[in-house]
């Protein structure tokens, strides 16, 4: 039994689900503010479509996720946090706590379908919210009513009214999905990756990781894939030395392979034409590299470099 084998299983990366409920039960939320590098994610996970109870919205950590429409009792539990956090931009931008709340019922009256940004800014001027659409203040807005539990945005990016019906649940609730999404990890894996502060986890219960043994499972991963983003130490999978080819910066990952849990190579794509980077011997993914370009509706071509 190994780390890697173990959250490669809980990632569903080894042990495929059979549809996006049996997913999602299971991952909890798949990173979403890049629509084609969530369907990389699903793919790799065994869902080809993302058609279901799914909801895009802002969650862990002030980004946008994908998670099912039961687990939406997620936004009232995190936003505040982040609702608190971007009051200091907001005030830079002009939006103050008296524009914002005045905002939320706003949006209500004008979202009567899903429209794109430029509108919604448009018919928020029409009710009294006027916002400079060249600015940074219609996204953050926007985000401080997705937070306060109003609007989502679809994978189509228009932005919709959400109702979120979900019981309450508390930090105890979320860090045991966490854990069942990516153990084995630590309480500070669970603070990077939900983006609470330390000082609101509390004692958190204990919970036991499945166990899981190697399968062999090699996987070709997007630069969103929540197997690495979801750890603050990713050294477990991700060899330090090699970790700056992966992590350039700004959040965003360099698309990598995974092979047992171990991350072996990064890769990029141009149309059908698969690059990939070993860090080492050359990994067996052939099947996997033919399998995404049936995915991507591409004839694939595998080259190393």
Not at 47 to 76: C, F, I, K, Q, Y
Request: overall charge neutral; hydrophobic content about 45%.
């Amino acid at each position: 039994m190994t780390v890697p084998a173990q959250r490669m299983r809980a990632q569903r990366l080894s042990h495929p689900a059979t549809d996006v409920v049996d997913l999602f039960a299971s991952v909890f939320a798949l990173q979403a503010q890049d629509v084609p590098a969530v369907r990389l994610a699903a793919r790799a996970r065994g869902v080809r479509s993302l058609d279901g109870p799914l909801v895009r919205t802002w969650a862990m950590r002030g980004t946008l996720h994908l998670l099912h429409e039961d687990d939406l009792w997620v936004v009232n539990l995190l936003g505040p946090t982040f609702i608190a956090a971007g009051r200091r931009r907001r005030d830079q931008l002009g939006l103050t706590d008296e524009l914002c709340e005045r905002a939320l019922p706003a949006l209500r009256e004008v979202l009567t379908e899903p429209v794109d940004r430029a509108e919604l800014v448009r018919r928020l001027a029409e009710v009294g919210i006027a916002l400079d659409p060249k600015s940074q203040a219609p996204a953050h807005l926007l985000a401080f009513a997705a937070h306060s539990g109003v609007l989502c945005r679809g994978l189509d990016d228009t932005y919709r009214l959400l109702r979120v019906e979900c019981e309450p649940r508390g930090v105890d609730e979320l860090w045991r999905r966490y854990r069942r999404a990516y153990g084995p990890a630590t309480r500070h894996d669970f603070a990077a990756w939900s983006g609470l502060p330390k000082r609101q986890l509390g004692d958190l219960p204990e919970v036991a990781d499945a166990p899981a043994e190697p399968t062999g499972a090699v996987r070709v991963l997007g630069h969103f894939d929540t197997y690495l983003l979801g750890y603050r130490d990713r050294s477990a999978v991700l060899d330090p030395e090699h970790a700056p080819l992966v992590q350039t910066g700004g959040g965003v990952l360099t698309p990598y392979v995974v092979v047992d849990g171990q991350v072996v190579a990064v890769w990029r794509r141009d149309g059908g034409h698969f690059a990939v980077r070993p860090f080492g011997e050359r990994p067996d993914i052939a099947d996997e590299v033919a399998d995404l370009g049936r995915f991507l509706h591409v004839d694939a071509r595998l080259t190393w470099v």
